[in-house]
Nanobody, 117 residues
Framework: QVQLQESGPGLVKPSQTLSLTCTVS??????????WSWIRQPPGKGLEWIGY???????YYSPSLKSRTSISRDTSKNQFTLQLSSVTPEDTAVYYC?????????WGQGTLVTVSS
């Protein structure tokens, strides 16, 4: 059974880059046809899909966040990483990593990131 775990700073200053890592166990991120996503949920709002990295290493980002988003991976550690640049308080949210794209069948527990000076 695949398990995902987010890690990273819980507090980021405005204009800085938010960086989170998702560690995957119980399955390889390079297994054919699996996609690995980042999703967020601001306080009191709905879920927002940020982007994915595919088993092949290709990436796709939400158009609304594309200019500030980068998702990469370290296959030796079975991890994938989100970087979101030039953050503002509006980027405060619980950030989740998950397997899949529109149908997400495994989730991390989520990590709260607050953007504040």
């Amino acid at each position: 059974q695949v398990q995902l775990q987010e890690s990273g700073p819980g507090l980021v200053k405005p204009s800085q880059t938010l960086s989170l890592t998702c560690t995957v166990s119980g399955g390889s991120i390079t297994t054919n046809y699996y996609y690995w996503s980042w999703i967020r949920q601001p306080p009191g709002k709905g879920l927002e899909w940020i982007g994915y990295i595919a088993y092949s290493g290709s990436t796709y980002y939400s158009p609304s966040l594309k200019s500030r988003t980068s998702i990469s991976r370290d296959t030796s550690k079975n991890q994938f990483t989100l970087q979101l640049s030039s953050v503002t308080p509006e980027d405060t949210a619980v950030y989740y990593c998950a397997r899949g794209t529109d149908a997400l069948d495994a989730w991390g527990q989520g990590t709260l990131v607050t953007v504040s000076s």
